[in-house]
């Protein structure tokens, strides 16, 4: 029975692990920012603003617990998910504390207001309207993340180029805009400004990780 016992402990103390390693928020920002593309710890350190040094530290942890890889390109070394069931732990944990935390709720609930969420019965609704050229979807994330990965019939705008590529959109049809997943902030900024200079504009909440998996 002892033995019994023994690989019992043993099997959990590994899958801990895995929970150890994300138990820090700057951790799962860093996995959210992976799942979009690799990147060098000097972005990552930049877009979850924290020092390269502190950045350096989480990605250690997440690389010891086999979430992330490494690939050297020249003088710098090159982070990226381990494999394709990173994003997916990463949506579905997500999707958990969604609906478990009200307070995540009420957080969620407050920016879905602010930045007129697209509100259809499902994203195939929006797929359908894309497809037939009835709304413009606009990827508003750095290009390096649109090209790695992007939702179909999307067009590459970053949040940096929007203001002075507005006549690139049509100002007779809806325009969605998205970024990084429910978390991200660029989309709900890309539709203020939009609005302001009179187009109509809305927030699509999912990015290429949600997608993916619910696509899965």
């Known amino acids: 029975m002892s033995t019994h016992r023994e690989i019992k402990n043993a099997l959990f103390e590994q899958v801990a692990r895995i929970g150890k390693a994300v138990s820090s928020p700057k951790r799962l920002e860093l996995i959210e920012l992976l799942c979009q593309a690799p990147k060098p710890v000097e972005t990552l350190a930049r877009e979850a603003s924290i020092s390269v040094k502190l950045a350096s530290a989480h990605l250690k942890e997440l690389r010891a617990a086999r979430l992330v890889d490494t690939e050297r390109q020249g003088k710098h070394i090159i982070y990226s998910v381990a494999s394709a069931e990173v994003p997916r732990f990463w949506v579905l944990l997500r999707m958990l504390a ?19 969420e697209w509100r259809s019965e499902n994203r195939n609704e929006l797929l359908r309207k894309a497809r037939k050229g009835e709304v413009v979807v606009i990827d508003v994330r750095p290009v390096a993340e649109f090209e790695q990965a992007h939702l179909p019939f999307a067009r590459s705008m970053p949040l940096a ?18 970024c990084r997943g429910p978390f991200c902030l660029m989309s709900a900024d890309a539709v203020a400004l939009l609005q302001s200079q009179g ?18």
């Open 98 to 116: 969604e609906d478990r935390l009200f307070e995540l709720q009420d957080a969620l609930r407050q920016m879905s207001a602010s930045s007129h």
């Open 199 to 216: 187009f109509t504009a809305l927030h699509f909440r999912e990015g290429v990780a949600e997608w993916g998996v619910k696509a899965g």
């Open 161 to 178: 180029e929007l203001r002075a590529r507005l006549a690139e959109l049509p100002e007779d049809k809806p325009v969605v805009a998205y």
